[in-house]
């Protein structure tokens, strides 16, 4: 059964009484409908003839645009006809409307943003926005459509990140997983078909470059725990980079934001900040001394451990992110010291400090172990109940790795 298209007036109006013109689609007795945009009162309507009568005083406007969007309609309909394609009322009106989408690549980066923005991932946002307004810079302007975002545009795209931007590998791999996750949002929307995908087989590939992470040596932390000539500014950044490592190399961010009500039956309880996981780990007897440092600062149960985000409004997320990023710098500004003083001559950073605990523990407890440890895993809903409690065995492992 084939398809046909008519000029209509829906009849549901709005709060003001008046009905939206449209263009009615009906195949196998099902319709659907096209919206013009605008609304007229049923006596302006003829319904004899479908059109808007003379006396409306936008009669030859509206009924131009009505003829004008009923034609194009038309021709869709007989382009899927000559493709001998046989599609519902609601695929087509879907179809006619992606042909027609004036939104473009920005759009769905924009709406990205803020969705970011508004569940408070400001690192996220951060790195995000750069990536966003590299592809701005490259294109030149602000309307790229995702049908001209293809594998050419990719290619000149990473050559001119490359090239141009002097990004490494990895990092231009993270731009085309961004570029990746909105075109398929693009495709969810309707925005664009997915026959036009750039990415997978015999298209542009997303493969991650092999790293090498760089961690310390049992002995060149051994070097650290020694060091005594160490200035105020220095002792405590080695306190919070040992506290990290202790603790199987928890981020910073999560380190800056730990609260002495977080430490209760000799457990360290928190919620990781990239994830959102709840984790529970036994303290190794180490990490009491580094607490007895800070303890005379306690002003309550709810204070910060370390001071750094203490002078912050604790539920502006914003200015949290902000203080602890600078936090973060001015650490491994410290630690570059700490390193010369050790006689480290790698380079010495929070960060790190994770890659040391798994440096170590490599040899030490099995992967799947660690994998625990790291909350690398993906799991069912039990199972992530369960990581909250972690067993006698996973204690025992993080005790065996910073146990020396």
């Given at each position: 059964?084939?398809?046909?298209?008519?000029?209509?007036?829906?009849?549901?109006?709005?709060?003001?009484?008046?009905?939206?013109?449209?263009?009615?689609?009906?195949?196998?007795?099902?319709?659907?409908?096209?919206?013009?945009?605008?609304?007229?009162?049923?006596?302006?309507w003829?319904?004899?003839?479908?059109?808007?009568?003379?006396?409306?005083?936008?009669?030859?406007?509206?009924?131009?645009?009505?003829?004008?969007?009923?034609?194009?309609?038309?021709?869709?309909?007989l382009?899927?006809?000559?493709?001998?394609?046989?599609f519902?009322?609601?695929?087509?009106?879907?179809?006619?409307?992606?042909?027609?989408?004036?939104?473009?690549?920005?759009?769905?980066?924009?709406a990205?943003?803020?969705?970011?923005?508004?569940?408070?991932?400001?690192?996220?946002?951060?790195?995000?926005?750069?990536?966003?307004?590299?592809?701005?810079?490259?294109?030149?302007?602000?309307?790229?459509?995702?049908?001209?975002?293809?594998?050419?545009?990719?290619?000149?795209?990473?050559?001119?990140?490359?090239?141009?931007?002097?990004?490494?590998?990895?990092?231009?791999?993270?731009?085309?997983?961004?570029?990746?996750?909105?075109?398929?949002?693009?495709?969810?929307?309707?925005?664009?078909?997915r026959?036009?995908?750039?990415?997978?087989?015999?298209?542009?590939?997303?493969?991650?470059?092999?790293?090498?992470?760089?961690?310390?040596t049992?002995?060149?932390?051994?070097?650290?725990?020694?060091?005594?000539?160490?200035?105020?500014?220095?002792?405590?950044?080695?306190?919070?980079?040992?506290?990290?490592?202790?603790?199987?190399?928890?981020?910073?961010?999560?380190?800056?934001?730990?609260?002495?009500?977080?430490?209760?039956?000799?457990?360290?309880?928190?919620?990781?900040?990239?994830?959102?996981?709840?984790?529970?780990?036994?303290?190794?007897?180490?990490?009491?001394?580094?607490?007895?440092?800070?303890?005379?600062?306690?002003?309550?149960?709810?204070?910060?451990?370390?001071?750094?985000?203490?002078?912050?409004?604790?539920?502006?997320?914003?200015?949290?992110?902000?203080?602890?990023?600078?936090?973060?710098?001015?650490?491994?500004?410290?630690?570059?010291?700490?390193?010369?003083?050790?006689g480290?001559?790698?380079?010495?950073?929070?960060?790190?400090?994770?890659?040391?605990?798994?440096?170590?523990a490599?040899?030490?407890?099995?992967?799947?172990?660690?994998?625990?440890?790291?909350?690398?895993?993906?799991?069912?809903?039990?199972?992530?109940?369960?990581?909250?409690?972690?067993?006698?065995?996973?204690?025992?492992?993080?005790?065996?790795?910073?146990?020396?």
């Open positions: 059964m084939s398809s046909n298209a008519s000029i209509t007036l829906r009849k549901k109006p709005n709060k003001k009484e008046q009905y939206p013109l449209a263009i009615r689609i009906t195949k196998f007795r099902k319709s659907s409908y096209l919206y013009i945009g605008h609304y007229i009162s049923l006596n302006y003829d319904d004899e003839k479908c059109i808007v009568k003379k006396s409306h005083p936008n009669a030859a406007r509206l009924n131009y645009l009505l003829l004008t969007k009923l034609a194009e309609t038309n021709r869709f309909l382009q899927l006809q000559a493709e001998g394609k046989d519902s009322a609601a695929q087509i009106k879907k179809d006619i409307l992606f042909l027609n989408s004036d939104k473009n690549f920005f759009d769905i980066a924009d990205h943003l803020e969705e970011i923005k508004a569940n408070n991932k400001f690192g996220r946002l951060t790195v995000d926005k750069a990536y966003i307004g590299h592809i701005a810079t490259f294109v030149k302007s602000r309307q790229l459509s995702f049908q001209d975002l293809d594998e050419t545009f990719l290619r000149k795209y990473m050559n001119f990140l490359k090239n141009s931007k002097k990004l490494s590998e990895r990092t231009i791999v993270n731009h085309l997983v961004l570029i990746r996750l909105l075109f398929n949002r693009a495709i969810k929307q309707g925005l664009v078909d026959k036009l995908y750039p990415f997978g087989k015999d298209k542009v590939k997303i493969k991650f470059p092999e790293t090498r992470k760089i961690g310390l049992v002995q060149e932390i051994q070097s650290i725990e020694k060091l005594n000539e160490l200035t105020d500014e220095e002792y405590h950044a080695r306190n919070i980079w040992l506290f990290s490592f202790y603790l199987a190399g928890i981020r910073v961010s999560d380190v800056l934001r730990i609260r002495w009500s977080d430490i209760y039956d000799n457990r360290l309880h928190y919620t990781m900040n990239k994830n959102s996981k709840l984790v529970s780990l036994q303290l190794p007897e180490k990490i009491h001394a580094i607490l007895k440092d800070y303890i005379n600062d306690k002003g309550s149960d709810n204070d910060f451990i370390f001071p750094e985000l203490k002078v912050v409004d604790p539920s502006n997320e914003k200015q949290l992110y902000a203080k602890a990023k600078n936090a973060n710098k001015w650490l491994n500004s410290r630690l570059t010291e700490v390193a010369i003083k050790a480290i001559t790698k380079k010495l950073t929070m960060h790190i400090a994770r890659h040391s605990f798994g440096n170590i490599g040899d030490k407890i099995p992967v799947q172990m660690l994998q625990q440890l790291y909350r690398h895993s993906s799991v069912t809903t039990t199972m992530m109940y369960q990581s909250y409690f972690i067993s006698q065995e996973t204690d025992k492992a993080l005790n065996s790795v910073v146990d020396f």
